[in-house]
């Protein structure tokens, strides 16, 4: 039987995964028992979940945190810290009220107080919330257990925003950590949700634990995705950062790890082959690959080089070294991505198989492209991006493009997409990134869609797209949604406020001890209703 070299090196990669030893974990493997459940994922460098949007750093907010309202598995958004609310007959004023048994890990009460903080902060900082500021007349408490928000014109997305999935998650803090500006990180780890971070056993760079918060009084419903009582089944979790994905998968596969939250996709056979493991996908609507580009500094900074990016993308290229599984990877050509209602093909006469790099490289020298660096963002801890950021960077050079891979880790590429300098004062050009397609749908708390003064990394601006994103808070029918969805897509691709490489849905691999995970439309997980039984 002839072997392929592709084969071959997947054999090997098994063999390696199978035989490696990562003793890394030895030590953390006794005692074993059913109440502790770890999982492999990368590294957690900072904990504040309004003060960056990364994904881990979202599910560490929902382990120790909790929301006013959560989505249900019908994705609407029902009371979670909330127990009664109503809005008044003109829509402007809404009135919360807290429910009973909620406390913070410190022991204190949560207050009113707390939930305002809480907003104020995270309209500092997300999209959404920004809209929420600017049409707010008041945020404030009436008394320890209620609050009201007054309008000075109707919102009628305010629930699905406080209840949204898009990050920052308006997750709620203790008034005093809140206080804190948004750009400025929280360091304390002090919630309400159903888990404790456990700071004497944190290992920054190796591993994290997270205890059961035994005085979490959940909801009485049942749990309904992120709704409902948050049950939590299992005495700890241990996360462990494993950056390096066959190392992860030979703890997986030794019974050192019960969870991979990123699976290597080269490897998927070899996972669904073993009778221990499982391959499960948490988010079936999967995650939007997107390439930011820095509009504030050359070439990007100019819109023929822009536009340069969409033609020369071929997103089946990308796909094929992101998610080679046609299971899981398909293309998307609209920023409202493929699963949500507001999806179409408007202005995107630019996307074709194979891309066009002679019109990309005729763009770029309309652009006056001088052969200026172009530094590519490329994080080495995520498999998936670091293989696009390898393959863009060469897809550029091939057209006569000056690029340069910039390699860190997961961290070290959010730390630097913040600088807006040029790239010799440590700046960038291109990062790769992914946001939930299920996201993509609402344009008002997505960070993709923006191109306004508080516009996501890479700064794109564009008033004529703004006026038109604007409307939505108060667009009420389908049909007319979708008519603006058209005008707001027409615009973005005319500017090319960022450039789309695919849509992939990536499963999480587990033993299969491990049952009760939860189903999202988000790249972070949940932590609560897992439990495992006894190997």
Known sequence: MAISRRNLIKMSMAAGAALSSPSILRAQTTPRDA????????????????????????????????????????????????????????????????????????????????????????????????????????????????????????????????????????????????????????????????????????????????????????????????????????????????????????????????????????????????PNLVLQVLNKSGNDLGLRMNHLQKPFDNVKARQAMLHLIDQDAFLGVMAPDPRFGRPVTSIFGNSTPYSNDENTGWFKKGGDPEKAKQLFKEAGYAGEKVVILDPTSWAQGHAASQLLAITLQKIGINAELAPSDWGGVVARRANKGPVESGGWNIFITDDPDYVQGDPITAVFPNAGDHAWFGWPKSDEYEALRAKWPDVTTLEERKALARQMQRVWWDFVGDVRLGQIVSPIARRKTLTGLIEVPTIYFPMWNMQKASA
């Open 35 to 274: 109440q502790t459940v770890r999982f492999a994922t990368g590294d957690l460098t900072v904990f504040d979940p309004i003060f960056t949007t990364t994904d881990g750093t979202q599910a560490h907010g929902l382990a120790i945190y909790d929301t006013l309202f959560a989505l249900d598995s019908a994705l609407k958004p029902q009371p979670q810290m909330v127990a009664k609310w109503e809005v008044s007959a003109d829509k402007k004023t809404y009135t919360f009220e807290l429910r009973d048994g909620l406390g913070w890990h410190d022991g204190t009460p949560v207050t009113a107080a707390d939930c305002v903080a809480s907003i104020r902060r995270w309209g500092q900082a997300a999209t959404g919330g920004q809209v929420l500021m600017e049409r707010a007349k008041d945020i404030s408490k009436k008394d320890d257990k209620s609050f009201t928000i007054i309008l000075k014109e109707p919102l009628g997305i305010l629930i699905d925003m406080l209840g949204g999935v898009a990050a920052p998650v308006p997750f709620i803090m203790r008034e005093k950590d809140a206080g804190h500006p948004a750009t400025e990180q929280v360091t304390t780890n002090i919630g309400s949700g159903p888990f404790k971070f456990n700071e004497a056993l944190a290992r920054p760079g190796a591993s994290f634990t997270y205890d059961r918060n035994e005085k979490y009084v959940p909801r009485n419903e049942p749990s309904d995705r992120l709704a409902g009582g948050k049950i939590v089944k299992v005495d700890r979790v241990i996360w462990n950062n494993i950056a390096d994905q066959q190392t992860a998968l030979a703890a997986l596969q030794a019974g050192e790890v019960d969870l991979q939250t990123y699976a290597p996709a080269d490897l998927y056979g070899v996972i669904e082959s073993d």
